[in-house]
Structure formats: C-alpha cells, structure tokens
C-alpha cells in the first residue's frame, strides 16, 4: 500500500464559491480546486478523548474500514484506541498487524499508518498502536462537496412538487436530478430531504436559488440535472448540512466530487 491510497483522493478537496456555481449543470457549485496533500504533526489532528477514527483493516482479512475511538495517547510512545468491530465481533488484529487510521478535525482530513503494539481486553477491549511517525492530510475548504444518493422532494416557484434526488451536496448548495425542469436560473425552490447524521434523522426544510440547470445524460431516469445554492438556511440547519459532509468525507473519503 502507498501513501498516496491513504487519503484517497488527495487533491480532491477543492473552493467552492458561488460565481462557480452557475458554470457547470454537472456541478452546483464548479470545478473544485486542488489542494496538495501536506505533512502535518500529530498534535496538528487536535485528538480528544472519544474522538471518532477510522481504522483500515490489512487487505487479507478482507473487513475493510471500521470505527474505533481515542482512549489517548503517549506521545511518541503509542496511541490507545477502542478495538474494532465488525458485525457485532472483535475484530482479531494481531501484534504487529498494519493499519491505517484516518482522522478529521477542524478543516483537514489527516491519514496515517500504525502497527499494532499489543491487544488488550482488561478492563476492556483495547489496543495499543505505534505513535505514528508521519501524518499525511489535506485542507478540506469550507464547499467541498460530496457524492450521495439522497430521496429529496422539490417544490417549484408555483408550489409544483416532485420527487428528486441529490446527487450531491457541500455546505453551500447541491446537485439535483430529477424529472422536470423545476424552473430557470435565479428562481427560488424549497426542497424537503432528510439527513442521517450520527444515527439520527433530521428532518431539512430548505430553500435555494437555481444557478444551472440542464437536460440529464441520455438514457437516465433522471431528465434533468440542477445545480441549487442554498439561500437563508438557518443556523441549525447550516451546521446538519456541514455535519453530513464531514461525516460523509471520513465515512467515504472516495465520495469526494
């Protein structure tokens, strides 16, 4: 495995800005810049007592990614983390095991590599991990958008509804593809969708501003695509939004747009 399979896709934390927004049908808020991946010291990841990490498992036990949280650490001695599961087991890493862990704080997504220095089960399952000597990450800009798949129902300026699903969202506004045209460019819609952050549903009532909207890619199901900006969204709902794509970013970092 190399560095760069890490943080998946490295330069794909990208500026969003609204005069982008109208530039592409395919993208609600244009091209995303990149951003070059960067070495960053362990205390630049801000960790905390029960901060959420992901762990990759080695390849062979073909488990892939699960979550452990931060017991703390020993600087440049160990990292002690929950032991992982996976399907209601422990997953049974073994001395000497490699792993990837994967963080984010504040705006960077960070990555590195651990071995597995002794596995532990009193006073509770734990493991202790190799400090570790190099800590790769990325400058996440405040639009970076994410790829999802999320039912939504979009209401026109005539109150016209439908359904519609967001192909993709970042905190300043999504990517719509739907059945109809749900107007032209500076007309306001309101959508309805849920989010599912941290295990809860959160039920999102909010308006947007048309800044591109063009006809699907041939043969979809969907005839139209539409990059919306969101206008006046209250505090609370600005800070679900922000929430979804960062956990979308360190749940799925390959979802990236």
């Not at 500026?15 to 991946?37: F, H, I, K, L, N």
């Not at 699907?216 to 209250?234: I, K, M, Q, T, Y």
């Amino acid at each position: 495995m190399t560095l760069d399979s890490v943080i998946q896709k490295p330069v794909a934390f990208g500026v969003e800005t609204a005069s982008d927004a109208g530039s592409a049908a395919s993208s609600p808020a244009g091209d995303a810049t990149p951003t070059p991946r960067k070495v960053f010291a362990f205390d630049d990841m801000h960790l905390q007592v029960g901060d959420r990490l992901q762990l990759e498992c080695p390849a062979q036990m073909g488990i892939g990614r699960v979550f452990v949280r931060v017991v703390g650490y020993l600087e440049n001695a160990s990292l002690i983390v929950t032991a992982p599961t996976h399907g209601g087991q422990r997953v049974n890493l073994v001395d000497n095991d490699t792993v990837v862990i994967r963080a984010f704080s504040r705006q960077s997504a960070f990555a590195f590599r651990s071995s597995v220095l002794r596995t532990c089960r009193l006073p509770f399952d734990y493991l202790h991990l190799s400090f570790p000597e190099v800590v790769h990450g990325s400058v996440i800009r405040k639009s970076t958008r994410v790829r999802t798949h999320l039912p939504a129902k979009c209401l026109d300026a005539g109150g016209e509804a439908q359904a519609a699903v967001i192909e993709n969202i970042s905190s300043t506004g999504i990517l719509l593809a739907l059945p109809h045209s749900p107007g032209a460019r500076g007309e306001i819609v309101h959508l309805e969708f849920d989010a599912h952050l941290h295990d809860v549903d959160t039920r999102l009532n909010v308006e947007a501003e048309i800044v591109s909207v063009a006809p699907g890619p041939s043969g979809s199901d969907a005839a139209w695509r539409c990059g919306l900006e969101f206008r006046n969204l209250e505090p609370g709902d600005r800070m679900v939004i922000k929430g979804l794509v960062y956990q979308q970013i360190i749940e799925n970092p390959s979802s990236i747009a």
